[in-house]
């Protein structure tokens, strides 16, 4: 089982970005649970939301503690909510920043993680340019599935398709594609 | 059809399946998605032939259904929490009449202190109202549990509650079945009513009875609810064989064969414990599970014909009666009453107002009920050292406050930088 905790804000589509994440995994044809936490659900607020994906039906109903995958997508949330609790000593962490990982402190982190696991991408910007508004977990989305090669980024897109028909959709579509292939490029170059 | 979906949209949509004709509708979290995904379909015409009616409380909306239903029609509504609490006079009104009402419950805590997440004391609080109470373990059973409730509620003319864990399943987004329309008519024929309010054939319904036939009244009552313990099983195996799957029924076992300990639960919770007892099985424990589905009617012969030889129990439950301790622990012990060997209940309170039910407590917990078990009440993840500090606070002086607001400040005291973490993890 592969287990994705997300941190982000009010607002910026945190609960929609786990359930999207599901439905790629299913399109994928693997079992997926994505559920949200609750309880500040007001814009700017910390949120997160969990995702779990397995071969196998997923019985598990407790939070995730020990998630193989966090997502922030608000950097500013490192300095008030522990955020890495639990992150597998193999596991993955990608940031929404446009600054580095050096910048954010996060080195001593990154140190633990295996080579290329820990990641950034600008995903706010990559937003802003193509969706027109702030909103990083599309873009997030796409970087999940360059980094981790978890989903298919084919269905994160019809995923992404179906919860926002027509251009928005499309708009969102094209940030998942832009992170990833920024993601991919970057490992490569790597 | 396969579909990966919100547990609210599954439900939605095999309610919608079962061709409600009246739904009434009051917002409270969380079942809101659930009325809010019917009301779409009947304003897109998805659902037709059903009159969506937004109500000013859940009073009465479930006033509405009463009256929806008496007059003929397939009446659906939900609620949680305090709008069960809100709607208790006609809760016991439409089972005292007999009205085949069904109604989901979004499983939520009651207040005070005002609280929004998961537990089971709203669906204890209408235990003995005279609805059959199913409880859902995922969200495929609580779609499926909504189909069968709708014939169950109309072949014996009694109303149906279905629980379902809210947020843990009302708001996760997981793999359900959505059954063709045609399977679901074959298994749902049209609801013709035992009695109906008819202007062609007046009758009158709800007549005042005094004490020379209320216990008959009553009496009745409970050999109805007695007879749907025939039925549920009935209905779960002609689910099974025209849906392939399991759903419904009484109760379900897993890996009880053999087994020195059985846990008893409802609800989302059993998924989570199914996961532990595959743990501690792969490392010898005997230990096996009874999923209670339907709670009421309790289904006293069934318990007592798998749980009767066993020699521990624990009852893992999502609820408490203050001043008396766990009521399916309790209702488990007046089931078992009697028998010659009974077993040893070991009664566990868990999740309440939400709180998360982890396999690593659980873990603890059946580990400690195989080691002997404990008398009373344990409270699984008790803060101690909490609770032991509020109650010496509140003994220095007579004006101490309230309690709850007490707790918050001392739990925001304490919540300095983020506690070490050890082993495998950062």
Redesign the interface.
Known sequence: MFQVRIHGRGGQGVVTA??LL??AA??DGR??????S??SERTGAPVVSFCRIDDKE??????I??PDCVIVQDATLLKSV?V??????DGYLLVNTNKTLADLHLDK?VA?LPAGHARIVAATEIALRHVRRPVPNAALLGAFAGLTQLVSLDHVAEAIREKFPGQVGEANVIAAKSAYDALRIEQVAA | MLK?I?GSRAMAEAIALARPEVICAYPITPQTHIVEGLGEMVRTGALTNCEFINVESEFAALSVAIGASAAGARAYTATASQGLLYMAEAVYNASGLGLPIVMTLGNRAIGAPIN??NDHSDAMSMRDAGWVQLFAETNQEAADLHIQAFRLAEQLSMPVMVCVDG??LT?????TDIPPQADVDAFLPPYEPVQVLDPKEPISIGAMVGPNAFTEVRYLQHHKQNQALELIPRLAAEFRQRFGRQSGGLLRTYRAEDAELLVVAMG?????I??VIDEMRASGARVGLVTLVTFRPLPIAALRNVLGSVPHIVVLEKSLAVGMGGPLANDLDSALRNLVAAPHIHSAVAGLG?R????ASLHRLFRAALDGGWEGTHFLDLNEAIVEGEISRMREKRRSGPTAESILRQLARKSGP?AA?SG???
């Open positions: 786990a359930e599901s439905v299913f399109r079992h997926a649970q994505a559920f949200p609750f309880g997923i019985r598990l109903r407790e939070p503690l020990e522990d890495f609790q639990g992150l597998k000593l982190l633990k | 990966q919100e929004i997440w947020f843990i708001h996760a987004v997981e793999r989302s919770v059993n998924g989570t199914k996961d939400g998360p039910i982890t396999k983020a973490v495998s993890q950062l």
